[in-house]
């Protein structure tokens, strides 16, 4: 008999439903923290091609730092 079988409640269905949003949800992404020493220098990855690295390379050490201006020069800072 169909009465002997229990009804499924809709809060059951709800519940599955908003469990499911919840796992289909992309959630929002963290707002980026700024470097917590100002003027603090990144570690990054750049791929620069040979003789541009060979040029600032040439006159010895401190070469990063002078890749760093030009890019600052470059970026109109």
Known sequence: MAGD?????RDARDAAEQA??????KPAEPL???PSLPG?????SLR??????????AD????????N???RK???K
């Open 20 to 25: 499911f949003k919840t796992a289909t949800t």
């Open 40 to 44: 603090a220098k990144e570690m990054v």
């Open 48 to 57: 620069i091609d040979r003789d541009v690295l060979d040029f600032f390379q």
């Open 32 to 34: 980026p923290k700024p």
């Open 60 to 67: 010895g050490p401190g070469w990063q730092d002078r890749v």
């Open 5 to 9: 079988r229990p009804r499924r409640t």
């Open 74 to 76: 470059a970026a109109g």
């Open 69 to 71: 201006a030009a890019l």
